[in-house]
C-alpha cells in the first residue's frame, strides 16, 4: 500500500471516530432536553394545583363540627366507706400528713356529699340522672377491736353509732333530694365487728356497719324514693340498667404487699367471685371494695380510698400516701360503667390543722 492510501485510510477512521462522538454529543443533549422538558411538566402541573389550592374553600368534616350534646340517660354510683368514725389520727404522730377526729369527720362526710352533687352537676353535662345509687361499702367505724383504738376513740361504739346515725342520714337526705330516686346498697367491713376475730357465721348481725344501716334504713321507710338493700350477706349485687355491680368489703382479699400492690390479689378475688356467679346462673360486671384505702378504678374493678385518709398504721407500716376520697363512677345503660373519678373530701383549711 503506497504513502497516500494510508494517509486516506487514517483519515476516513478519524471522521468515522468524530461522526461517532458528535452522533453520542447529539443523543446525549436530546436526552437532556427531554429531561428538563419532562421537569418543565411536571413544575407546570404543580404550579396549577397550588393556584387551584389557593382558589379552593377547605370545608372540614361534619363530625369536626362540636354541636349541643344530647342529653343522656345515666345513674352516678357513689361509695362511701372506710371512713373510720370517732377514730382520732394525731397530726403531731404523722409528720403533719393528716389529722382526724370527730369534728373532722362531719367537715369530710358534709364536704364528700357536696362534691357528689358538684361533680354530677357542673362537671358533667348532658346527662339526664334518673336517680343515684349509694354503695356503703363497711368500715364505717373503727370500732375497738385493737385496744390502741379503744384507749383513744373518741366515744364508745353505742355513742358512735347514735351520733353517725343521724350524720349519714343527714348527707343520704341531701343526695336524695337532688337526684330524686336513690338505692342504698351496705355491707359490713371488718373494724365494726363485735367479736375479736372474723367470722363467717352471723358476720352480719355481729356487725355494727349492719346495724347503722338498718338504722337508717328504718329513719327512711316512709319515704318512696328511698330503697335499700342491707343483706346479711358479705356481698350484694346491684343491677344498674341490668348491668351488674357487686360490692364486698375485701378484706377477703390475701396478699397485696409484692411490687405488684393490692392490684393482682384483688383481681384474683374478682375471677373467683365472677366463676362462682356464673356457676349459679348470675354474672356481674364491675366490682365494688374499700378495705386497702387505696382508689383504685377500672371499668371491671373499683377500689375505694378513705374518708379518714393516712394514718398512723399506714405509716409505721410505710404505705403509699393518699388524700381522703371517694369512688364516684357514671352508669349508662348502653356501656354500664363509663366516667370515673374520685371525690375529694378533706379541706385542710377549714378543718384548721
Not at 486516506?8 to 454529543?25: G, V
Not at 346527662?127 to 349509694?134: E, K, R, T
Not at 348527707?171 to 330516686?181: C, H, I, M, Y
Not at 405509716?315 to 393518699?322: C, K, L
Request: charged share 25%; with cysteine.
Amino acid at each position: 500500500m503506497s504513502l497516500g492510501d494510508e494517509i486516506r485510510d487514517e483519515s476516513s477512521t478519524l471522521d468515522k471516530a468524530e461522526l461517532i462522538r458528535a452522533r453520542r454529543a447529539k443523543e446525549q443533549a436530546e436526552r437532556e432536553v427531554s429531561r428538563l422538558l419532562d421537569e418543565l411538566e411536571r413544575a407546570q402541573k404543580a404550579l396549577a394545583i397550588v393556584g387551584s389550592l389557593d382558589e379552593a374553600a377547605l370545608q372540614p368534616p361534619k363530625w369536626m363540627n362540636v354541636g349541643k350534646p344530647k342529653i343522656g340517660r345515666a345513674t352516678p354510683i357513689v361509695m362511701l366507706s372506710d371512713t373510720h368514725f370517732d377514730e382520732v389520727v394525731n397530726p403531731d404522730e404523722m409528720e403533719g400528713l393528716n389529722a382526724y377526729n370527730r369534728e373532722i369527720a362531719v367537715m369530710r362526710l358534709e364536704r364528700w356529699s357536696q362534691n357528689v352533687v358538684k361533680l354530677a352537676r357542673n362537671y358533667l353535662a348532658g346527662l339526664q340522672y334518673d336517680g343515684i345509687v349509694v354503695m356503703l361499702g363497711g368500715d364505717i367505724f373503727s370500732g375497738d377491736i385493737h385496744e390502741e383504738l379503744a384507749e383513744t376513740n373518741e366515744d364508745t361504739m353505742l355513742g358512735s353509732l347514735l351520733f353517725w346515725s343521724e350524720q349519714i342520714a343527714a348527707a343520704l337526705d341531701l343526695l336524695q333530694r337532688e337526684f330524686r330516686q336513690m338505692h342504698v346498697a351496705s355491707v359490713m367491713g371488718n373494724h365494726g365487728r363485735m367479736t375479736r376475730k372474723p367470722r363467717a357465721k352471723l358476720r352480719a348481725r355481729t356487725n355494727f356497719d349492719w346495724l347503722l344501716s338498718k338504722m337508717v334504713q328504718r329513719h327512711f321507710r316512709d319515704n318512696s324514693k328511698m330503697t335499700f338493700d342491707v343483706p346479711e350477706s358479705a356481698d350484694v349485687l346491684v343491677r344498674v340498667y341490668d348491668h351488674g355491680q357487686l360490692m364486698t368489703h375485701g378484706d377477703q382479699v390475701n396478699g397485696g404487699g409484692g411490687i405488684g400492690g393490692i392490684y393482682p390479689p384483688v383481681m384474683r378475688l374478682r375471677a373467683r367471685k365472677q366463676q362462682r356467679h356464673l356457676q349459679v346462673g348470675s354474672s356481674f360486671e364491675t366490682l365494688w371494695m374499700g378495705h386497702w384505702h387505696q382508689y383504685l378504678s377500672t371499668p371491671s374493678l373499683i377500689v375505694n380510698g378513705s374518708l379518714k385518709g393516712y394514718d398512723e398504721y399506714a405509716m409505721v407500716s410505710n404505705f403509699a400516701f393518699e388524700q381522703p376520697q371517694q369512688a364516684f363512677a357514671i352508669v349508662t345503660p348502653e356501656r354500664g360503667v363509663t366516667i370515673q373519678a374520685p371525690v375529694f373530701c378533706m379541706d385542710r383549711k377549714r378543718e384548721k390543722w
